[in-house]
C-alpha cells in the first residue's frame, strides 16, 4: 500500500521532521536555551562552557521526546541533577520546569517569527491516503503540535491527533516508549502489527520498534539513515514522494 506492505491498513506520522520543517526549529531554541544555562552555570561554578550540540546531542538526548523528558535527558548526559520545580516556575529558573519554559517561549517566538512549512512531500502523500479512505493519525510528543499544523495549513487532513497534551491527560509514557503510537493505533481501530509509523526522530522509530509495528518508515532529512536502521526503522526514504514513486 503506497510504497509499504499491502497489509499496512494506518497510517501514523511523527510532526516534527515529517510533516512539518519544524525539527531544525525545535533543536534550535533548545541550543539558544541550554546554551544560555551552560554559560551561567559555567559563571557559577567556574567550570568549562561545553556548548549544546545542536545535531549529536539533540538527536541523542532531545528529538522526538516530550519537553520535560528532553530537558531531564540532556542534562543527566551532563550529570547535572537539577530540581523538578513546576509550571508555575518563571522561565530559567535554576529547575527542570523553567529551562523547558524558557524552551518553549523561544520555540513559540521562532514559529511566530518564521511561520511554518510543511513538507509537500508528505502533504501529497497523506492527501493520497485521504482520497483512498485509509485512516490518518498524527503522533506528537509536542504540545504545540495542533498549532503547528494549523499554522502549516493541514490540520484538517488527520482523523486522530496524539499530541503532548493527549499524551499528559491519559497518563502516556512519551517516545521513546511506544504507547502514544499504540494509543493512536488503537483510536483508529487498527492492530499495530497494519499499521506504518513515519518518523525522522531516533527516539521515534524505537517507539516504532517496541510496539511491534508492521513498518516504521524512517525519514531521513540529516543524513543519518544507518541510525535509523539501528533504533528501529524498516524502511529509511529522504522524502515521502519516494514512496508514491514506487507506485505503478
Ligand atoms: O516543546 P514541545 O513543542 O511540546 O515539543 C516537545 C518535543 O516535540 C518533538 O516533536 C520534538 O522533536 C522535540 O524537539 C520537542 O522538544
Redesign the pocket.
Known sequence: MLGLPDDIRAFLF????VLTQ??KV??AA?KDTFDAFLRSEADRTGGQFVPFDAVTD?DAY??????LD?TREFLHSRGIDLPEGTDADPPNARTVHGI?LA??DT?LRMIREQGVEPYDGSVAYVRRLRALGLPRAVV??????RD?LRAAGIDDLFDVIVD?IVARREGLPGKPAPDTYLHAARTLGVEPAHAAVFED?LAGVASGRAGGFGAVVGVDRTGQAAELRHHGATVVVEDLSELLGEQP
Open positions: 511523527d510532526l516534527d521532521g519544524t525539527a525545535h533543536a533548545w539533540y532531545v528529538d522526538g521526546r516530550p519537553r528532553g523547558s524552551k518553549n520555540v506528537s510528543s509536542s504540545a504545540n503540535c503547528v503532548g526522530a
